[in-house]
């Protein structure tokens, strides 16, 4: 299901007549163009590929839908306008098939030979766009994606796929450029009031609204928002459908962080989340949260809810950032975390199928083992390379990146103007160009390229120029967030000489690989070879990472020994107990099930985090995921606070155990 599939439905009914008269001016078009391939006698005339394949796609035959769009591309001439219509319908019948690199690239490919100024087409256009847009969002290219949904903005030629593009390019500039999303929607609004909009799209525009003020912290203007868009999806009815859902979450979401928690429970109760008629909402059997640190900078305050759905298999799709305390790379960062979950085909088929769509959780990082970011000591030797040359990388501040691209552009612009193109001081802005989360995926790829040739050419060390090539080839494929996308672009690196015997860019890439390897004994392996390369320094920070990682591995298969032995490597203070000694003895648990979810009929569960003091007390304990969100969060942390553990015995009577985590469960009697 594509995002934005209930606007693009309606527009779809809307359109039937304009869109068949349009198919009927291209349909002539392309028997025009390819009038030479004719007369060679085919067995069809172009006119009946064109139905038929069109055919093909209103039936929904996506395999022969595509073989037709391929037979009528080939009889097109190459860089003609039939060519650039069969590279369009070809490139939406990809990515009906999940192909989304071939079909960025026969949708841009399209694209540039389509006319621009051709009414007939503009439908094509706008669809080639709006899939663009999707395929990045879906690979949580937020930036990517708002840059194709605005072209599909300007692209559409009725409000209908105006309205559609705007609101997910609001949604998309939500977490990337407030300020941006603000201003799509108030084209929204003003288009909505000299066209009629029905009570679905009104509710999509509310819920805009009303995410955007949320995560802006003006969260009395998103209680409204969000209760304008239930009461125009037909109000807190039993009768409820995934839109329901969503909205009512969201008035939840709002009402609570406007102070007014009564009617937050209220529309919480009503998404239906924690009140299964039948089986439970089980925690996933893969479920870890990012960690605090790392390359995305999390840190414990940060909090996140973000929403997916749980397929038949187990498998997460659909995911998508709601809210964030932190910003909106926040966000995407707890989303990015969220791909990697997995449930059991038997969990998913004990709960009813309608309460794994838009499932909604509460989440944290974890302090457990916090990790150092590898790109951080990368960047440093960029900057102090740069500065041997007679130029500086400025340091970025977090959440900023919106504002900076605009500085950023512009002094690369100067730098071209007064060095030349390939200059190199224009490796500056565009280094940080290529770190902005504002860039999309395929500009990001340019930039890249476009560095790495300057710093190869300029003779960079090869740590400087690691974070390029890596980013050069992970950009490449709109597919590099699948399983195994990333280390088959990275490992080839592992074999050139200029990476291969650099030990600190050797170990950044095979930390990096780690990071993203699911297959817990590869990681390890990859870790151990970081840990054991001779030709670091002992405090070198990417020993340091690894050894870190590494214990974090061990400790997770019960070996505590040797997570202690290996923590012990790395330097650092040991907190952990698990890396000190066997935890404390549990003795006895605290806290009550809340009276407003027992109330309410909710059930649910937090995992929490967590150190015992020397006395056996629990301190510092904090939820880092909770179902529903925010429900049992403050319960399941009171749950842990009361707990007891047994004394352990420290010399200076600090923390005798950091880093356990607990579940906690809340289910009604009966």
């Given at each position: ?22 198919m ?7 028997v ?38 391929e ?9 003609s306008r039939?060519?650039g219509?069969a ?8 990515f ?28 094509d ?30 692209a ?69 928002y969000?209760?304008?868009a ?47 008629t ?27 809810v ?5 397929g ?9 950032p ?13 989303a990015?975390?969220v ?25 944290r ?13 990368l ?5 102090t ?15 900023a990146?919106?504002?900076a ?14 060095s ?35 710093a ?8 400087a120029?690691l ?14 967030w ?8 990275v490992?080839?690196?592992l074999?050139?000489?200029i990476y291969a ?10 930390l ?14 990859l870790?151990?070879?970081?840990a ?7 405090n ?5 990472g690894?050894l ?55 059930e ?53 155990c ?9 289910k009604?009697?009966?």
């Amino acid at each position: 299901m594509t995002r934005g599939g209930d606007m693009g439905d309606a527009m779809q009914i809307d359109r039937v007549g304009v869109f068949g008269a349009g198919m009927a001016a291209i349909a002539a078009a392309i028997v025009q163009m390819a009038a030479p391939a004719i007369a060679q006698g085919p067995a069809t005339t172009v006119q009946q590929d064109f139905d038929a394949a069109t055919a093909l796609d209103a039936k929904g035959d996506k395999v022969a839908a595509l073989e037709a769009w391929e037979k009528l591309e080939a009889r097109t001439k190459p860089g003609s306008r039939s060519r650039g219509i069969a590279l369009i319908r070809k490139s939406a019948a990809l990515f009906k098939l999940d192909r989304s690199d071939d079909a960025v690239t026969a949708a841009r490919t399209g694209l540039a030979v389509l006319p621009a100024t051709d009414p007939t087409l503009a439908e094509d256009r706008w669809r080639a766009y709006y899939n663009l847009g999707t395929i990045a969002q879906n690979a949580l290219d937020y930036a990517g994606a708002s840059d194709a949904y605005a072209s599909a903005e300007a692209a559409g030629d009725t409000p209908s796929l105006k309205a559609s593009a705007m609101l997910a390019l609001a949604e998309t500039r939500t977490f990337t450029d407030p300020a941006a999303a603000e201003a799509v929607l108030a084209r929204v609004d003003a288009l909505v009031k000299t066209t009629p909009a029905d009570a679905k799209t009104k509710a999509m525009i509310a819920r805009r609204h009303a995410i955007l003020a949320l995560n802006r912290g003006a969260y009395e203007p998103a209680r409204v928002y969000a209760i304008d868009a239930v009461k125009q999806l037909g109000g807190m009815t039993s009768q409820t459908d995934i839109n329901d859902v969503s909205a009512r979450s969201d008035a939840a979401i709002a009402s609570l962080m406007a102070g007014k928690p009564d009617d937050a429970r209220r529309y919480m109760a009503m998404t239906g989340a924690g009140r299964l008629t039948k089986g439970e909402f089980d925690p996933a059997v893969q479920m870890d949260v990012p960690p605090c640190g790392g390359e995305a900078d999390l840190r414990p305050a940060d909090m996140a809810v973000v929403e997916f759905t749980v397929g038949d298999d187990g498998v997460v799709k659909d995911v998508s950032p709601i809210y964030a305390a932190g910003g909106g790379a926040v966000a995407l960062e707890f989303a990015r975390a969220v791909r990697g979950w997995s449930w059991t085909p038997e969990q998913a088929k004990a709960f009813p199928a309608f309460f794994r769509y838009n499932v909604r959780i509460e989440m944290r990082c974890s302090t457990l083992f916090e990790r150092p970011s590898i790109g951080k000591f990368l960047d440093a030797d960029m900057a102090t390379w740069l500065e041997s040359k007679g130029l500086s990388l400025p340091a970025g501040e977090r959440g900023a990146d919106a504002v900076a691209v605009v500085n950023q552009r512009a002094a690369l612009a100067a730098a071209e103007t007064k060095s030349g193109a390939n200059s190199l001081a224009t490796l500056p802005p565009l280094y940080q160009l290529v770190n902005n989360a504002v860039v999309g995926r395929e500009e990001t790829n340019v930039f890249a390229k476009r560095a790495l040739a300057i710093a190869e050419a300029q003779g960079a060390p090869a740590s400087a120029r690691l974070p390029l090539d890596i980013s050069a080839r992970v950009t490449a494929s709109a597919d590099s967030w699948k399983d195994g996308a990333f280390t088959r672009a990275v490992t080839p690196l592992l074999s050139m000489p200029i990476y291969a015997n650099d030990p600190e860019a050797r170990s950044a890439i095979l930390l990096l690989i780690a990071e993203r390897t699911n297959a817990r004994n590869r990681r390890a392996v990859l870790l151990q070879q970081v840990a054991d390369d001779q030709r670091l320094a002992a405090n070198d920070p990417m020993r340091v990472g690894a050894l870190i990682r590494l214990a974090s591995l061990q400790q997770q298969a019960g070996d505590t020994a040797t997570a202690r032995a290996t923590f012990d490597r790395s330097g650092l203070a040991a907190s952990q107990c698990a890396i000190l000694d066997a935890p404390p003895r549990f003795l006895s648990a605290g806290g009550t099930f809340p009276d407003e979810a027992m109330a309410w009929g909710f059930e649910g569960w937090t995992r929490t985090q967590f150190d015992v003091g020397a006395d056996g007390r629990v301190l510092n304990q904090r939820a880092v995921l909770s179902y529903p969100p925010f429900v049992f969060t403050k319960a399941g942390v009171q749950t842990i606070a009361g707990a007891r553990y047994s004394k352990t015995f420290r010399p200076d009577g600090g923390v005798g155990c950091g880093g356990l985590s607990h579940s906690v469960r809340f289910k009604l009697p009966g």
